[in-house]
Nanobody, 123 residues
Framework: QVQLVESGGGLVQAGGSLRLSCAAS????????MGWFRQAPGKEREFVAA???????YYADSVKGRFTISRDNAKNTVYLQMNSLKPEDTAVYAC?????????????????WGQGTQVTVSS
């Protein structure tokens, strides 16, 4: 059973940056593709970014060019560097892991989820 724990959320002004971390335990981290999703109040959970086993990356159009996902298999950790933050990026951000090889933008692809960390961007 894989456990995922996020950290790094907080309050930041528009235009600022945050780096989220997601530490994994209980499984072979390098065998999973990892993703980040977010959910704003009153909205559905949406795909943000994903990184495959070999390091291939995928992004939602809304964050492309501003966010960077990366992974460190030696530390069993996936990161989300968020730059040029906007108020509309405010949400709870959760990481997720999957043993599958496709459809990383789809919530149901993922078997394991963290509890999430709050990101609030003030205008």
């Amino acid at each position: 059973q894989v456990q995922l724990v996020e950290s790094g959320g907080g309050l930041v002004q528009a235009g600022g940056s945050l780096r989220l971390s997601c530490a994994a335990s209980g499984g072979t981290f390098s065998s999973y593709a990892m993703g980040w999703f977010r959910q704003a109040p009153g909205k559905e959970r949406e795909f943000v970014a994903a990184v495959g086993r070999s390091g291939n990356t995928y992004y939602a159009d809304s964050v492309k060019g501003r966010f960077t996902i990366s992974r460190d298999n030696a530390k069993n950790t996936v990161y989300l560097q968020m730059n040029s933050l906007k108020p509309e990026d405010t949400a709870v951000y959760a990481c997720a892991g999957t043993a599958l090889y496709a459809n990383y933008h789809v919530r149901s692809t993922y078997d394991y989820w963290g509890q999430g960390t709050q990101v609030t961007v003030s205008s």
